[in-house]
């Protein structure tokens, strides 16, 4: 696979990074103060941090409800009663589900609830005592936690992608609308993969015509939420189709496949992430699944 480009393409659309959600638990306003000062230059891949605030474990348990992309939550374990925060992770855990959340536990009295009795029986990635986070030890803290949502989060999102390629496979004899689905199936894999635009090139045009019902010498399902309009993933679907290898130039990836029956395609992808291994994978099943799709239709449709 050849990684490299003679000319860079422009990518008119610059991408602002979504920032990592912190929520900040604790009946003690200067608390939330302290924090945020120390952390107010983080930044984690690119990405800011904003937080966000409750003062109570009940005011947090509504965030949760509101928010399902929190990243991290530093929860102080004694405020409306002395088990406040330890009762909140179990909402988290228990009742919403969600073990993806990082949940770091913060307190002032530490005699009452023992580190060993907490670490083992409850989902968190660490127990410290208030006096404990300094700006070093709070900065190690936020690397470690956002590593670990970040790894989870995105192997949720490939678990999901790879899901939507072997549905569409279950779900081929009952296609009327190769169009529809196409353009189904590339939403899901956009969105497992952060894309803002994408782009799927196929040839030969006999192929395309099938499913796309008039000629073209390409078929472009673009998947576009309101950026700029750029001809860089055209530029680079035809770079790749003629070298007739995969580039990556971030934010642009153009993942070539040819099938046994010499059928090309391109999926040409902008992603403010970047594309790791999983996502490697799943651009190739995603290719191969759809030039299959097409190519038996065509078969199909010679035989009638």
Known sequence: MDWLLDEEPKCEQRVEREPWKIVIVDDEPEVHKITELALRDFEFENRPLTFINAYDGQSARELFEQHDDIALVLLDVVMESDDAGLRTVEYLRDQLRNHYTRVVLRTGQP????????????????????TELTHESLTQTFYTTLRAYRDLVRMQRYQYGLEAVIRSIAQFNEL??????????????????????????????EIVSLGH?????????????????????????????????????????????????????????QTSDTVEPEGERLLALFSQNVVLILERLLRSEQRN
């Open 111 to 130: 005699g009452m609830a023992p580190e060993h009795e907490v670490i083992s029986h409850y989902d968190i990635d660490g127990y410290r005592a208030k």
């Open 176 to 205: 009327d609308d190769f169009s529809t689905f196409t353009q189904s199936l590339m939403e899901q894999v956009g969105a497992v993969l952060n894309a803002y635009r994408s782009d799927l090139v196929i040839q030969p045009a």
């Open 213 to 269: 019902q008039q000629q073209t010498p390409r078929w472009n399902i673009k998947v576009d939420n309101g950026t700029t309009e750029s001809n860089s993933t055209q530029e680079l679907a035809q770079q790749s189709l003629k070298s007739k290898q995969s580039i990556f130039q971030p934010p642009v990836h153009a993942y070539y496949h040819r099938s046994a029956q010499g059928t090309e395609s391109v999926f040409v992808i």
